[in-house]
């Protein structure tokens, strides 16, 4: 994807982070920017910075780890834009716990944000953009503990970006085998100074661990 100028960018966990440096650029480069995130109140103060800028932004609050949440991400940017050029699959969460310390709560809420969030992200956005037939990208947010192992206390996070690692490889070459122009990036950082760390805040009530367990 070469031109950027007036495409129409979609971004997941836009409003704080990678999400919201990501959504930075695109508007640098003078894309319309969807911003999708859980946190309603941080994803609207990003949306007026970015409209104070003469961006336009679409802001959706959005859980990724429901697959109605990004049907309707993916609706409501065609509604309102038309198209949709670039999608990062950016939205994750974390967990310190070892393999066994970890609950089956936490389990399902970190693989249900990092995992299924790109899941999700590719199976109502990737139809659209092979529809369109026109030059596009995804972008996946993994990390670098999607390509090392060793001990520590991050399981589920490990587990879950090593998925969007295999997601992303395959996704690229069965993309590559229909000569699509819909291409794939898998972005692996390292540490970054996100708010990940305190990513429980926004933790769904019915998949928080008892604090007296």
Request: net charge neutral; hydrophobic share 45%; charged share 20%.
């Amino acid at each position: 994807m070469q031109i950027f100028q007036d495409r129409v960018a979609v971004i997941t966990g836009a409003a704080s982070g990678i999400g919201r440096g990501l959504a930075r650029r695109c508007a640098r480069e003078g894309m319309k920017v969807v911003l999708a995130d859980i946190e309603a109140a941080a994803l609207a103060e990003t949306a007026t910075e970015l409209r104070s800028l003469g961006v336009p932004v679409l802001a959706v609050v959005t859980d990724v780890a429901k697959a109605g949440d990004v049907e309707a991400l993916a609706q409501q940017t065609l509604a309102t834009f038309g198209a949709v050029h670039l999608l990062c699959n950016n939205a994750g969460v974390g967990v310190t716990r070892s393999v066994w310390e970890s609950t089956l709560a936490d389990w399902e809420w970190v693989l249900g944000v990092n995992l299924w969030g790109v899941i999700h992200g590719v199976h109502s956005f990737v139809p659209i953009m092979l529809q369109q037939d026109t030059e596009s990208h995804i972008v996946n947010t993994a990390s670098i503990a999607g390509l090392v192992v060793g001990p520590g206390s991050a399981s589920t996070y490990n587990v879950s970006k090593h998925g969007i690692v295999a997601l992303s490889e395959t996704l690229y070459y069965e993309l590559a085998q229909r000569r699509a122009r819909v291409k794939v990036s898998l972005l692996c950082p390292g540490w970054v100074n996100t708010r990940i760390i305190d990513s429980e805040r926004n933790r769904p009530r019915a998949l928080r661990n008892d604090p007296l367990a």
